[in-house]
């Protein structure tokens, strides 16, 4: 089983819409938790980090559901600009590892 | 976001050569370094991790002979691709995690390399 999944998508959606993704990750022993958003050819950037409380950052928010290992990314208002493939993190402290999901894809369309 | 440098961006090489990569996190103090290859419409896959002043933990798979890694100071990690094949082509990208006022376990990526062998 792999340690992170996600669906793949796309997900493809219009201006203005609210689109939710969900990751899911096998290891309970997991402790930091990450979004990150790749565009076609470049690296990924760090989106927001997902805390036990859950967090919001203008149009985003994610979620941290331990009890289920899942996370889930919230987009409120979609724009055109948020089309991207979004990756889920998984970071374990005592193994100093990062483990990435396969990565959903997102288009918004006018 | 603290930020990573990588170099070069971009490089084309003939089969049989030598391609060295740098990594650089510029304005924190990278304890860990991590390296990955990423092909075209694919996620990315971690190659190794790289811990400054001490030998490079590969993945599995990952000839540790062909891909040289070498931390040599907090701010630098260099990925050295031997004997590069048209195989290796691939887009090359480093991470950095360490303690920059942010929580530690955050990673911030370089730009990438993108490798073609020729």
């Known amino acids: 089983r792999k340690e992170v999944e996600q669906d793949p998508g796309p997900f493809n959606v219009p201006e203005g819409a609210t689109v939710a993704f969900n990751c899911t990750y096998s290891?309970?022993?997991?402790?930091?938790f990450f979004w990150y958003r790749q565009d076609c050819r470049k690296e990924p950037k760090l989106l927001m980090s997902?805390?036990?409380s859950g967090n919001e950052d203008g149009r985003f928010t994610a979620q941290l559901n331990r009890a289920s290992q899942y996370i889930s990314l919230l987009i409120r208002d979609s724009k055109l600009s948020d089309s991207a493939t979004y990756l889920c993190?998984?970071?374990?402290?005592?193994?100093?590892?990062?483990?990435f999901g396969s990565g959903t894809k997102l288009n918004v369309k006018p | 976001g603290a930020v990573v440098s990588q170099h070069p961006s971009r490089v084309i090489c003939k089969s049989g050569t030598s391609v060295k990569i740098e990594c650089r996190s510029l304005?924190?103090?990278?304890?860990?370094m991590f390296w990955y290859r990423q092909f075209p419409k694919k996620s990315l896959m971690l190659m190794a991790t790289?811990?400054?002043?001490?030998?490079?933990?590969?993945e599995q798979g990952v000839e540790k002979d062909k891909f040289l890694i070498n931390h040599a100071s907090l701010t630098l990690s260099t990925l050295t691709v031997t004997s590069a094949h048209p195989e290796d082509s691939s887009f090359y990208i480093c991470?950095?995690?360490?303690?920059?006022?942010?929580?530690?376990?955050?990673?911030?990526f370089g730009p990438g390399t993108r490798l073609t062998v020729t």
């Open positions: 991470s950095a995690a360490g303690y920059s006022g942010r929580a530690a376990s955050e990673q911030y």
């Open positions: 290891n309970s022993a997991s402790q930091s």
């Open positions: 997902v805390y036990s």
């Open positions: 993190v998984v970071n374990r402290y005592n193994f100093n590892k990062f483990y």
């Open positions: 304005d924190f103090q990278a304890t860990t």
């Open positions: 790289s811990n400054e002043g001490s030998k490079a933990t590969y």
